[in-house]
């Protein structure tokens, strides 16, 4: 799984945050240090995710840095991100700026779904959030509650009592 945080969530907003979780458990997070071109800035997408320009700016890695850790940690790769046209949006512009392509390939994990499974998701995915407790809104987080979910929604449902 794979989720990434934003400036804001309109066409002018750009990638601040990518984390990613491995069937193993295993994953990666980083900040995106915006390059100067990138300029928009969203206050209310920064309250969700409390990530201020100021700290990516500081603390972020380098669109080209950044490119080449996920090529190399992911290459061959098939990955499953819930807000997958945003994410795509975001993961060309990291790409296209960095001047590189992806070696991995994303998805929408609305595809692994069922229509059933589809209509429970969003019940499902609050509980297995709450449940986590995770302190943060963010992209490492939310990769591990999509991982969650997907695997509670898979288990077979217990044998219901005699």
């Not at 799984?1 to 066409?11: H, V, Y």
């Not at 601040?16 to 300029?39: K, M, Q």
Request: aromatic share 6%; charged share 20%.
């Amino acid at each position: 799984m794979l989720c990434m945080e934003g400036s804001g969530t309109g066409p002018a907003s750009v990638p601040i945050e990518v984390g990613f979780v491995l069937p193993d458990g295993s994953g990666y997070c980083t900040l995106i240090r915006p390059p100067a071109a990138w300029t928009h800035w969203d206050a209310k997408a920064e309250r969700v995710h409390r990530i201020a320009r100021e700290t990516a700016v500081a603390h972020g890695r380098s669109v080209a840095e950044v490119a080449a850790q996920l090529n190399q940690r992911l290459a061959g790769r098939l990955l499953y991100c819930e807000a997958w046209a945003q994410a795509d949006d975001w993961l060309r512009m990291l790409f296209a700026a960095a001047g590189t392509a992806p070696t991995f390939q994303l998805e929408n994990l609305r595809t692994l779904l069922t229509t059933r499974e589809a209509a429970v998701w969003p019940v499902l995915q609050r509980q297995v959030a709450s449940e986590m407790r995770l302190q943060r809104h963010r992209a490492s987080a939310d990769a591990k509650i999509l991982q969650h979910t997907l695997v509670r929604l898979r288990a077979p449902l217990p044998e219901p009592p005699r």
